[in-house]
């Protein structure tokens, strides 16, 4: 029994994209597609930040109530959120309401700016990229961590930032295109441009 489900399209997808249009949306266009821009990578590092111990449906369905909340994902601005800011997000439904995941988001941001002085964030998280990447036939076979994000996320800790471990450098990774973990069966393995 394949871990792909073949769509009226014609094409392959894993059973999680195959339904619900809004994450079918996101697997066909931007799920594993490149990201090379700060904001683009802080946002991404944000959210699945948020995403822990959660749906990731959950964090796409809010995700436009989070770039309103967060001010875009704009370092800079986030950066200089105070404890108003702070009460503010805690209110607002639109978001996960998690003082943790809010926090670390504001000190993600400054520890964003900090990068700076160094080549930036996106360069920083790409750095790690592997000499390759998996290729999985089944979801059994789509690994959750690796040797590089186990490193990713110790050099984002030493650099000050939070709610990045392992597991979730990985996702941020798969989402970034820093690795491919398309089934290799899918329409979309390969299409990033960056592994072919």
Partial sequence: MSDLVTGDDGLARPAWASVDPMLREYYDTEWGMPVRDERGVFERLSLEAFQSGLSWRTILA??????AAFAGFDPDTVAAFGEDDVARLMADTGIV???????ATITNANATIALRADGGLAD?????RPESTPEPTTFADVP?????SVALS?????RGFTFVGPTTMFAL?????????????SHRRGTSGVWV
Avoid: Y
Wanted: no cysteine; aromatic share 10%.
């Fill in 62 to 67: 809010k995700r436009p109530a989070f770039r």
């Fill in 97 to 103: 309401r998690n003082r943790a995941k809010i926090a």
């Fill in 124 to 128: 920083f998280v790409w750095s790690f």
């Fill in 144 to 148: 959750t961590t690796s040797a590089e």
């Fill in 154 to 158: 110790k050099a984002l800790r030493k």
């Fill in 173 to 185: 990774m798969e989402a970034l295109g820093i690795v491919d973990t398309h089934l290799v069966d």
